[in-house]
C-alpha cells in the first residue's frame, strides 16, 4: 500500500527522532523529574506501539502485562527501541493490502479484556496515541520556556517535499 498510512507513518518516524533530539539536548541533570516525566511519556507510546504491532502479526502483546515497562530504558536505549518499532511499522503498512487493513482482528488487552479493531483502526490508534503524548511532551518543555520539537503533519510535509510549498 502505498497513500496515507505511509505518510502518517513516515511522519510519526520524523516526529519521534525531533522529540528524542529534544531531549537529549535537555538539561535531565538540572530539571530531573520534568527530564523523567517525558522519558517515562515516551516510553509508554513506545509499549503501547509494541503491544498493537504484536496484535497487528498476530503474536499478542508481546509479553507486555502493563502499558508501561517495568524498568524504563535510558533515551539511547529507548530511541534505538523507538526506530526500530517505527521501521516495523513502515514496513507492515506498506506491504498491507486494503482488504487485510479492513479485517478485524480479535485482542485481549494488558488488562485482560477483550477486544476487536480492525487493522485500520489499530494504525490510526497508533499514530493518534503518539501525537497526543508526543505534545505532552512539548507542552512540558514549552511549560519551562523550551520550544518544542516540530510535531505536525504540515510540517514534516514541506520539510520533506518542499515542492509543496507555494510561495506567491
Known amino acids: ?38 522519558l517515562h511519556t515516551l516510553d509508554h507510546v513506545n509499549v503501547v506501539d509494541r503491544i498493537f504491532k504484536g496484535h497487528l502479526s498476530g503474536t499478542g502483546a508481546a509479553g507486555f502485562t502493563s502499558t508501561n ?6 533515551l539511547s536505549a529507548l530511541r534505538e527501541i523507538v526506530s526500530e518499532t517505527d521501521n516495523w511499522y513502515l514496513d507492515f503498512v506498506s506491504g498491507l493490502s486494503v482488504e487485510r487493513m479492513k479485517q478485524s482482528v480479535q485482542f485481549a488487552f494488558t488488562d485482560g479484556d477483550q477486544g476487536t479493531m480492525t487493522r485500520e483502526e489499530m494504525l490510526l490508534h497508533v499514530i493518534t496515541h503518539g501525537g497526543y503524548h508526543r505534545g505532552c511532551v512539548g507542552q512540558i518543555l514549552e511549560g519551562m520556556g523550551i520550544s518544542s520539537p516540530p510535531d505536525s503533519l504540515t510540517k514534516f510535509l514541506h520539510r520533506h517535499e518542499p515542492e509543496r510549498r507555494i510561495h506567491q
Open 1 to 38: 500500500m502505498d497513500g496515507i498510512l505511509v505518510s502518517l507513518f513516515s511522519y510519526k518516524a520524523w516526529a519521534n527522532v525531533e522529540v528524542h533530539a529534544a531531549l537529549a539536548r535537555f538539561d535531565a541533570q538540572r530539571y530531573p523529574d520534568e527530564y523523567l516525566a517525558m
Open 69 to 74: 515497562s517495568e524498568k524504563i530504558p535510558d
